[in-house]
């Protein structure tokens, strides 16, 4: 892989691996330690229930199970730096994105047991369904932004020669994608459209070095990040083992956005330190060593270092108990998840149900019914 | 209280997983998500974390065995809700051992352990068959000849897991393939099914040639043929022979094979059609053989009888098929050829290459199937010792408790198809060794003996070779040398 990029370049950081802070001329830390820890509350959490939820499939509990470990800072220090008004699209691995935006746990759990072919209500907590189409998540978010710039223009605080909303936190929007989306079209697409419209939004890309088994140096000669000039935005990458940095990179590509400077990609350098899925098995394609030398970079780890002077032991404690609990709660709920009614699909079809939508329901249910004896 | 753990759909649709490695032991206290078994599945290696907390009561699948999702792995008994005190033992789950398929109780049928029923015919029947022999481990080999070949194929009945009734159902409620297309609407289906009615006999009134639900409750009053049994039901048994009770395949049906059947399957295919291999035959005369084997046992008895002084040193106990089995081993000592295998390179070139040791397979008709597991290094056995671990091979395989590393390096391989009357047969070559030695059954037959016809103890034993080995000269040798020990016993001390 001579040609492509396999870079030791882990980009933006502001925490070193051993726990000790550094700094960027361009992103200063925004977190202070209530904030880290809290970081570190919800990655130890993310941990728990991604084990837990991995253990149910394995159990024959869950259809399939997405596994995240090792990207636990990607996904909480991006998602931190949004506010409850930003609209998130996540791909399918998001699940600290989800979960720290307020969705419950289970209700990741509904779609991957498949009692649900969405999951939640995209309006609850501003965060789209999972998109299990590579990279089709990017075009809706970047549809996404347009509107939001056309509602600005609605709005009577609207800056027309800013060409920028004027109120107070105006939203933007954020897209999680991974390495091999970048390869997809329907990325490619995004970005153009994103550049052309200058759209509120920013790409968040994941690279967690494997698209299943394809390397992402295969997929790209230079650095993801360094793909942005060629549309004519800013790109940027971040040590995306790095829950301080990861959050000041994305806050940053968040003000840009919210002040009409248009799209940012950032690339979040991190490693899936599991199988792409629950039917994957890494141990075929992963070079040995690999799994070792980033574990020795492992996210939860760092930012525990770097705790460790103002954090006791109970504290920690206190954390890792916690995280179990929340494990436990999720399997006990997920165990307790009812299978939907056989007609619930026709539920979320239409918002008003139609005669004809009516009828097929019936005469479905009737045909189930024909079934007892 | 037990529960039972399925094998689930590990990855998207996938039928079965190989069981590599067990992590557990029966007995052994585990905790919720402790890893149990590690399987491969068509997409992955992983682990299987435990769904209970308790104490392993059994496992039922061995590993190397190929079973389908839905399958039992094992039952746990849980700590939440302890067993009821004074819990008789037979009310637990059937225990079964590693290598049985499980059986699932039949509804309203208390679950109860099953008694294990013998796959050959007790050493009495073999007597009979065989008058003379001490066969009393008879081991098997897939032959050519149809009969036995019959014979062979009950063990890949009985390997067959049951399908769970909870989990299978349509398992049950598909028409046999050679029969006409049934049709009828899955509503109809299932209450054939559950009304337990053939719906290929169920005369159809419905639009288009369709089965009716008046069609199938019609038939059931009138008593139509009950459609195949569920998992639950007791499958027909072959009476009378022997004891040995085997389930007869049913006209039409599709016999999965899986586990130790399907490995023995596809090592046969490999034999039949890559190794190109004849046999030689030879008929020998081992009255004397016999004769001394009985002598021993009876000096073997009178030792063993409490109150006899020892006027003489205990006889260590040997049989005819230990015997024969030293004989084909030690003649191996002047034709190494047959103890060797073919290797093909890569670039084309080919090698033979004569192992270094003797490690003597022996077919072994287990519950699991045929295996075919090995006693190491047995050039270097005596007799007597050859005797002891053939007993054990015997014994542990029978059981299914075959160590894995005793399952595999056979360098030649040794089957007695005369326990199922045959005469003699030609077998198949295993992949990897350049012989197998197949032993007849002994028979009182005239014969010429010293010039005079009498009636002599008589087999025919077979050697099947890899024809790029061996041609057949030397296989001929090979075979005459263990047939000269046969004869003559002293020519024994010969050899090796």
């Known amino acids: ?373 | 209280m037990y529960d039972q753990f399925h094998l689930p759909d590990l990855g998207e649709g996938l039928a079965e997983a190989e069981i590599v490695h067990w992590l557990v032991r029966p007995g052994q206290t585990v905790e919720l998500n402790q890893p149990l078994v590690e399987v491969e599945t068509a997409k992955a290696a992983v682990e299987i974390p435990s769904p209970f907390a308790g104490v392993v009561h059994a496992l039922h699948c061995a590993e190397g065995d190929l079973v389908p999702v839905g399958s039992a792995l094992l039952t746990v008994a849980t700590a939440e809700a302890p067993a009821p005190a004074g819990i008789e033992p037979d009310d637990a789950p059937p225990a079964l051992v590693v290598g049985h398929a499980p059986v699932e109780p039949a509804a309203g049928e208390s679950p109860r352990r099953r008694p294990r029923r013998p796959l050959h015919q007790p050493p009495a029947t073999v007597a009979a068959a065989a008058p003379g022999t001490t066969a009393d481990q008879p081991p098997s080999w897939p032959v050519a000849t149809s009969s036995a070949a019959l014979s062979d194929l009950a063990p890949l009945v009985r390997a067959r897991p049951a399908p769970a009734l909870s989990t299978a159902p349509a398992a049950n409620g598909s028409a046999a393939p050679a029969r006409a297309r049934v049709l009828a609407t899955p509503p109809v289906r299932k209450l054939a099914r559950d009304l337990g009615v053939d719906l290929a006999a169920v005369r159809p009134t419905g639009p288009a040639g369709t089965i009716a639900r008046a069609d199938v409750t019609a038939a059931a009053r009138l008593g139509a043929p009950a459609s195949r049994p569920g998992a639950g039901e007791a499958p027909p048994q072959r009476a009378g022979h022997g004891g040995a009770e085997r389930p007869l395949a049913r006209p039409g049906e599709r016999i999965p094979v899986r586990g130790v059947a399907r490995q023995m399957a596809l090592a046969m295919e490999r034999s039949a059609f890559t190794v190109p291999q004849a046999t030689v035959h030879r008929t020998v005369d081992v009255t004397a053989m016999l004769a001394l084997v009985a002598r021993w046992r009876a000096e073997n008895e009178a030792a063993a009888r409490p109150g006899v002084a020892l006027t003489a040193p205990a006889v260590p106990r040997v049989t005819a098929l230990a015997f024969i089995a030293r004989a084909v081993v030690a003649a191996l000592a002047a034709h190494p050829l047959a103890n060797a295998r073919w290797l093909t390179s890569a670039d084309g070139s080919s090698e033979i290459e004569v192992f270094a040791t003797v490690n003597l397979g022996v077919a072994v008709a287990s519950d699991r199937g045929l295996i075919v597991p090995i006693i190491p290094d047995a050039g270097r056995l005596s007799l007597p010792a050859l005797a002891g671990e053939l007993a054990e091979l015997v014994s542990q395989a029978r059981a299914g408790q075959t160590p894995p590393a005793r399952m595999v390096g056979a360098t030649i391989t040794v089957s007695n198809v005369g326990v199922f009357g045959v005469d003699s047969a030609a077998g198949l070559v295993r992949e990897g060794e350049a012989a197998l030695v197949v032993l007849g059954a002994i028979r009182e037959t005239p014969a010429v003996w010293e010039g005079q016809v009498q009636v002599r103890q008589v087999m025919t034993i077979s050697v099947s070779f890899d024809h790029r080995i061996l041609d057949g000269e030397a296989a001929s040798r090979y075979l005459g040398e263990i047939a000269a020990a046969l004869a003559d016993p002293p020519r024994l001390l010969l050899l090796g």
């Open chain 1, 1 to 373: 892989m001579s040609s492509g990029d396999s870079s030791d370049d882990y980009g933006v950081r502001l925490l070193n691996p051993d726990g000790s802070a550094c700094e960027h001329v361009d992103f200063p830390a925004l977190l202070g330690v209530e904030e880290l820890k809290g970081c570190y509350g919800a990655m130890l959490r993310t941990r728990h229930l991604d084990e837990a939820a991995t253990a149910l499939q394995r159990q024959g509990e869950l259809a399939l199970w997405i596994p995240l470990r090792g990207q636990e800072a990607a996904q909480i220090g991006s998602v931190r730096a949004a506010t409850p008004t930003d609209f998130i699209f996540p791909s399918y691995r998001e699940h600290a994105v989800a979960w720290d935006r307020g969705l419950p746990a289970v209700e990741v759990m509904r779609l991957l047991r498949g009692i649900t072919h969405g999951g939640w209500d995209p309006a609850a907590h501003n965060l789209a369904n999972y998109a299990l189409v590579l990279a089709s998540q990017t075009l809706h978010a970047v549809g996404y932004a347009l509107g939001l710039q056309l509602d600005a223009r609605l709005d009577p605080r609207y800056d027309a020669q800013a060409g920028a909303p004027a109120g107070p936190e105006p939203a933007a929007v954020i897209a999680y994608l991974g390495d091999g989306a970048m390869s997809q079209g329907d990325a490619n697409e995004a970005f153009v459209w994103a550049a052309s419209f200058n759209a509120p939004v920013v790409f968040f890309c994941q690279n967690n070095q494997w698209a299943i088994s394809t390397p992402a140096a295969r997929q790209s000669r230079v650095p993801l990040a360094a793909r942005a000039a060629g549309f004519g935005f800013p790109g940027v990458r971040v040590d995306g083992n790095d829950v301080v940095a990861v959050h000041s990179v994305t806050s940053s590509a968040l003000a840009r956005a919210r002040a009409g400077e248009g799209p940012t990609l950032i690339e979040a350098y991190t490693y899936r330190m599991g199988p792409h899925t629950t039917s994957d098995d890494p141990t075929r394609y992963q070079p040995t060593g690999e799994v070792d030398h980033w574990r020795a970079l492992d996210p939860i780890d760092r930012v525990e270092r770097a705790l460790a002077p103002v954090c006791d032991a109970a504290w920690f404690d206190g954390q890792r108990a916690e995280a179990a609990a929340a494990a436990a709660r999720l399997r006990t709920a997920t165990l307790a998840l009812p299978d939907p009614a056989p007609d619930a699909f026709f539920d979320e079809v239409l918002v008003t149900e139609t005669e004809e939508a009516r009828a097929q329901r019936a005469s479905f249910r009737e045909y189930r019914e024909s079934f007892q004896v």
